[in-house]
């Protein structure tokens, strides 16, 4: 059975930066795409970033230039580095395993980690 584990959430300044881990165990790393989403309290969950299994990325347009998906194979590990945070990126961030359909460009998650709080004040 898959497993997502996230780490790297925290309290930090407007402006500042953190970098979100994501562990995956119990699947095949490789071969899957993997997503970032975010659910601020009283919102919907939200598609932050997505990368593919070829590496291919897409970023929502209120993070694009400021946060950045990346994987390590080796490592079973999909990364979110996030520069220049403000307070309306206040959220749970959610690791996700899912399927790229590179005929409607769409992420579709199927699996999901715990989450972890990221807290950014002002």
């Known amino acids: 059975q898959v497993q997502l584990v996230e780490s790297g959430g925290g309290l930090v300044q407007a402006g500042g930066s953190l970098r979100l881990s994501c562990v995956v165990s119990?699947?095949?790393?490789?071969?899957?795409?993997m997503g970032w989403y975010r659910q601020a309290p009283g919102k919907q969950r939200e598609l932050v970033a997505f990368?593919?299994?070829?590496?291919?990325?897409n970023h929502a347009d209120s993070v694009k230039g400021r946060f950045t998906i990346s994987r390590d194979n080796a490592k079973n590990t999909v990364y979110l580095q996030m520069n220049s945070l403000k307070p309306e990126d206040t959220a749970v961030y959610y690791c996700?395993?899912?399927?790229?359909?590179?005929?409607?460009?769409?992420?579709?998650?199927?699996?999901w980690g715990q989450g972890t709080q990221v807290t950014v004040s002002s």
């Open positions: 990368i593919t299994s070829g590496a291919r990325t």
């Open positions: 996700s395993r899912g399927a790229y359909t590179d005929y409607t460009g769409q992420f579709l998650a199927t699996d």
């Open positions: 119990g699947s095949i790393f490789s071969i899957h795409s």
